[in-house]
């Protein structure tokens, strides 16, 4: 496949399965996209209500696979020239698609409908005015898919904090960075509980203990390459076994699923707040991804979900383009779901190829030392 993935990545820290893990990801948040709708790849696949169980994962890989440089580099990755790096390459991986969307839903909302003789404006997904444009840009506010962006982006500025106490402060002493993480997120608990979170919050302190939980992975993963124990081949089964139970219970979590198991009717969004459910059911995963016997590796490698996993970001925003095209003009579609995966897959390769891939090679150029 030409879409190899280090593209956008240090290839010193590329991990394949990831990538897989990633496209699931994105096609958890298509999903429950759809099946809102009534839109159903399969008619028995009815994954309503799910949306924020792929955005959680997201904010797991992200904290994982950010943590994970700064762990290997050690004292060296806090100096002026790495850090500024750090930061520039987290604003070009983000803004100029971010910046590209909003624009998008601008010109659409306002101009598309005028173009094509409608009787009213048509939001392709969202209309936007320039007001909301500007609170999305400097992180005061977001519709739709977008929240999440405020919230990972935040993120960005508090990771090498925590980095530099596990790597540094903690010398990637694994025992001090686990017991850490757990503290951290008992505290985050207490200051943010979930019975007082909205529905779809901008603040990054809510979701703060998912993103913990990768930091913490991220430090044991750093460990297990150099542990006996963790390299056991019994071990490495136990892993893959407990990722087992976690997928069980991902499942579970289902709205659909939990309606057929227990014969309720439960709200879509009655799991929304379980963020350290799906933090704690996600890292037993994403964990026997790396640690385990194989048998999640060897899935998540398969080459369909990481492509998925390469165009994660575009598809993301550009999934609610497609649905609401052939929602509003082809709803009667023969396999109209699929279409929609199809049409956002093309627009998500473009967006890729032409906006993603050129500004993640940006960054600042280190003397040799």
């Known amino acids: ?66 943590t994970l440089p700064f ?71 977001g519709v739709g898919v977008s929240w999440s962006i405020l919230v990972e982006f935040r993120f960005y500025f508090i990771l090498p904090l925590i980095a530099f106490l596990y790597a540094v402060v903690f010398k990637n002493n694994v025992y001090l960075s686990v017991a850490t993480t757990l503290l951290l997120i008992a505290l985050g608990q207490l200051v943010w509980p979930k019975e007082g979170e909205t529905l779809y919050p901008s603040l990054l ?13 991220a430090s044991l993963h750093h460990y297990s390459k150099k542990s006996l124990f963790l390299n056991k081949k019994s071990v490495r089964i136990l892993i893959d076994a407990w990722a087992i139970v976690g997928v069980f219970g991902l499942v579970y979590l289902i709205p659909s ?64 383009t497609s649905v609401a095209l052939i929602k509003y003009f082809a709803p009667q579609m023969p396999l109209a779901a699929w279409a929609m995966l199809l049409l956002g897959i093309c627009i998500s390769h473009v967006t890729w190829l032409y906006i993603e891939r050129p500004t993640a090679k940006i960054r600042l150029k280190q003397s040799a030392s």
Request: charged content about 15%; aromatic content about 22%.
């Open 71 to 141: 762990l290997e580099k050690g004292r060296d990755a806090f100096k002026i020239a790495p850090l500024a790096n750090y930061f520039l390459r987290r604003f070009f991986r983000i803004y100029p698609l971010y910046i590209f969307f909003l624009l998008f839903c601008f010109i659409s909302g306002n101009y598309l409908w005028v173009l094509l003789g409608l009787p009213k404006p048509l939001g392709v997904p969202y209309i936007l005015s320039l007001q909301q444009i500007y609170e999305h840009i400097f992180l005061i506010d």
């Open 257 to 320: 699923v939990t309606n057929l198991i227990t014969n309720k009717n439960i709200p879509l969004d009655y799991y929304h707040k379980e963020v350290l459910w799906f933090g704690g059911l996600w890292s037993l995963v994403l964990f026997a991804c790396v640690n385990g016997f194989g048998l999640f590796r060897v899935f998540f490698e398969m080459p369909i979900l990481r492509y998925l996993g390469f165009i994660s970001f575009s598809l993301y925003f550009f999934h609610t």
């Open 205 to 217: 302190g809510p979701y703060i203990g998912i993103f913990l939980m990768g930091c913490g992975l």
């Open 1 to 66: 496949m030409f879409m190899r993935g280090r593209e956008l990545s240090d290839a010193r820290f590329q991990i394949d399965s990831l990538d897989g893990l990633r496209g699931i990801a994105v096609l958890l948040v298509f999903l429950s996209h759809t099946s809102n709708q009534e839109f159903f790849l399969f008619p028995f696949l009815n994954l309503a209500g799910i949306g924020k169980e792929g955005v959680y994962l997201f904010f797991l890989l992200s904290a994982f696979l950010l």
